[in-house]
């Protein structure tokens, strides 16, 4: 009974995350959102690695040239706010 009661639970949160989404799109969505998940650990590591550089650049007492002459760009992102 309890098993049976389990199963009825993981079936509705299924139903309740992905609709009417049939299984094949509801694959393709858990894989979207898991490259979504890896992406943004790329974007954090590379910001990170910016802020290291800038920091680095600050201790040496370095200044930063003309606009647009660092080697380093940042990228604004259009899902920025996300």
């Known amino acids: 009974m309890r098993h049976r009661w389990a199963l009825l639970q993981q079936r509705h949160r299924w139903r309740k995350k992905y609709g009417g989404l ?9 894989r979207l959102e898991r490259e979504n998940a890896r992406l943004k650990a790329l974007i954090a590591e ?11 650049n600050a201790k040496n007492g370095e200044r930063g040239g003309p606009a647009g002459s660092s080697p380093v760009r940042e990228v604004v992102s259009p899902a920025a706010g996300v």
Do not use: G, M, P, S
């Open 22 to 30: 049939t299984e094949d799109e509801a694959q393709r969505l858990k």
């Open 46 to 56: 590379r910001d990170l690695e910016i802020e290291v550089l800038r920091e680095i």
